[in-house]
């Protein structure tokens, strides 16, 4: 019989969106409070691939990604993922922009085999973590590459988004040495 094990711990990926400069900003500046700095920042790139979101959010909505330095337990995602929400209903509340959603956070963790991305909504393909939090593998890494499942999100399908996916990777890879690394807590 196989004993149970404590993961790895992994590390913390947030996807900020918005129409706004200023709501990005502030989005990432409170995630750098609760979280640590960021360690590893994609790109901005156009989030055209759905109007899913424009009628909370508006349109010429862009995206970001972002990766942690510190890495997390990942039986913290559901966590993650409620105050991500809180930090999207208190920008929302102080009225600052005009839609009722001006900003979006969904976070999720990398590790060496995939990307598990949090959601309230539940799926098939989908399982719960505990509060009202469903996790997904989004993409699993297999030859060389981060591959995408009939689920995947268009946008997580982007070469933009691959390529800051396998950087996060290597990243993750190297934080993951430092904290084993003797001397380390």
């Not at 929302?92 to 839609?99: K, L, M, Q, S, V």
């Not at 393909?125 to 890494?141: F, P, Q, S, W």
Request: some cysteine; overall charge neutral; glycine content about 8%.
């Amino acid at each position: 019989m196989a004993e149970p094990h404590l993961p790895e711990p992994v590390l913390l990926v947030v996807a900020a969106f918005s129409r706004h400069p200023g709501a990005l900003a502030w989005g990432r500046a409170r995630l750098e409070e609760n979280f640590g700095p960021v360690g590893l920042e994609g790109a901005p790139y156009p989030f055209d691939q759905t109007a899913y979101y424009e009628p909370a959010m508006g349109a010429g909505l862009s995206k970001q990604l972002l990766a942690f330095r510190d890495l997390i337990s990942p039986d913290r995602l559901a966590a993650v993922k409620l105050h991500t929400n809180g930090l999207e209903g208190e920008l929302a509340r102080a009225g600052a922009f005009p839609e009722p959603r001006p900003l979006n956070l969904d976070p999720g963790y990398l590790d060496l085999a995939k990307l598990v991305l949090a959601t309230t909504k539940d799926q098939a393909h989908r399982l719960y973590l505990g509060a009202g939090i469903y996790g997904e593998v989004t993409l699993h890494y297999r030859a060389g590459a981060f591959q995408p499942w009939p689920w995947t999100y268009a946008d997580y399908r982007l070469p933009c988004v691959a390529e800051f996916l396998l950087s996060a990777r290597a990243y993750y890879r190297r934080r993951l040495a430092e904290a084993k690394a003797p001397g380390n807590p």
